[in-house]
C-alpha cells in the first residue's frame, strides 16, 4: 500500500461533495479574517475584544472543519454500485467477506469472528458501527486498512467495486443485526 500525501488526500477529495465542505470551511475561514482585519484597522474602541475573538473563532473553526474533511476524502464519493438491490449486493458481497473478512468480523457482522479474541483493539461491530458511518468511510478503511490496528488494507486485493460492495454490506449486515 502506497501512503498517500496529504495532497492525494486533497485530489481525493475535490472529485467528490466533500469537496464542498472542504471549500465552505475555508469561506468561514475567510470571514473570520476579514472580520479581524477591519477590527485592527478600526481599532478601539470599535474595534473590541468580541470583534478579535468571533474572527479568531471563525478562522480557527473554519480551518479546523476543512481539515477533518480531508481524513476520510471518500466519505462523499458516490458508490459504483448504488444502481443494486440489497439483495443484489448480498449475494455478491457475502462470498468476499466470508473469505476475507468474516475470520476477524464475524459471519454476521458482530465482532465475534475467530480471530476477534486475538486482536487489539477487537474488530469493529458492524450492529454498532454500520449505521453511523456513511458507506464512503467504510469504503476508505476497507480500502485503507485503520492504522494502529489489525484492520488490513485491501487495495491490493480486491477491486475497487468489491471494496464498495462490502462497504454497504457491513451496513446491510449492522441494520440486520440490530433488527429485534
Ligand atoms: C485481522 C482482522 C481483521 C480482518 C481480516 C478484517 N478486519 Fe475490519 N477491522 C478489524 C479491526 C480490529 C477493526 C477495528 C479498528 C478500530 O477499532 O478502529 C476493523 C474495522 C473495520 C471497519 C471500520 C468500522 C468502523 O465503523 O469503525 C470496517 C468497515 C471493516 N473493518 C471492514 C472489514 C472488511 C469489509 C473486511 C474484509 C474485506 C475486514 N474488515 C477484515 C480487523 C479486521
Known sequence: MRELTYLDHLR???TNWGALLFLAGLAVALCG???LTRARRTGRPQGSW???AGGALL???GLLWSYLQT???TRYATSPVRGLSNEQVAALAAPIYSQHCAVCHGEKGLGDGPLATFVTP???NFAIHGWHHREGEHYWWITRGIPGTSMPSFEGFLSEEERWLLARYVKQLGREARLP
Open 12 to 14: 481525493i477529495l475535490m
Open 33 to 35: 479574517l476579514l472580520i
Open 50 to 52: 468580541e470583534r478579535v
Open 59 to 61: 478562522v480557527a473553526g
Open 71 to 73: 481524513l476520510v476524502p
Open 122 to 124: 477487537p474488530p469493529a
